[in-house]
């Protein structure tokens, strides 16, 4: 009789950390990002990620209201889940107007590009924006 086992995603299914609402979290944010993709196996996949939670940090940064964020990486499945919750309810938009005297505000362009999918999910208390991107297979 032959036995196979079935290989097991490695690492945790999901990392965390609250950061104060200041720029240079997207650096510690980057790092929890990289961490948690090379425990899963999906070094491929940390270009894209890193671009994808600086993009979602700068947002919170930008347009939350209270000193602090939470750093969410996920795992499910195939996708990994990248996202920022705050306390506001304010629903980002994406910006496609092409003004020259615009240099900040179309980040959301990039996360719509990046990622497999996006979108804001409303709680009572704030918001999570979230980026997904699908892996093939499990490792």
């Given amino acids: 009789m032959t036995v ?9 299914p999901g990392y965390s950390q609250t ?3 200041v720029p240079e979290s997207a650096g510690v944010a ?3 990002v990289r961490t ?6 999906q070094e491929d996949m940390v270009d894209d990620a890193l671009n994808l939670i600086t993009e979602l940090v700068s947002n919170a940064v930008d347009h939350a209201r209270l000193p602090a964020i939470r750093i969410i990486v996920l795992r499910k499945e195939n996708w990994v ?3 920022v919750v705050d306390r506001s309810r304010d629903i980002p938009l994406m910006r496609t107007d092409s003004n020259g005297d615009q240099i900040r505000g179309r980040g959301l ?3 719509e590009a990046l990622s497999d999918r996006w979108g804001t999910d409303l709680h009572r208390w704030g918001k999570t924006v979230w980026a997904e991107i699908r892996y093939e297979g499990a490792r």
Avoid at 4 to 12: N, V
Avoid at 36 to 41: D, E, F, V
């Fill in 109 to 111: 362009v990039l996360v």
């Fill in 4 to 12: 196979t086992a079935t290989p097991r995603p490695t690492g945790h």
């Fill in 36 to 41: 948690a993709l090379t425990a899963w196996g």
């Fill in 81 to 83: 889940r990248l996202a």
């Fill in 19 to 21: 950061l104060e609402r």
């Fill in 30 to 32: 980057r790092s929890l």
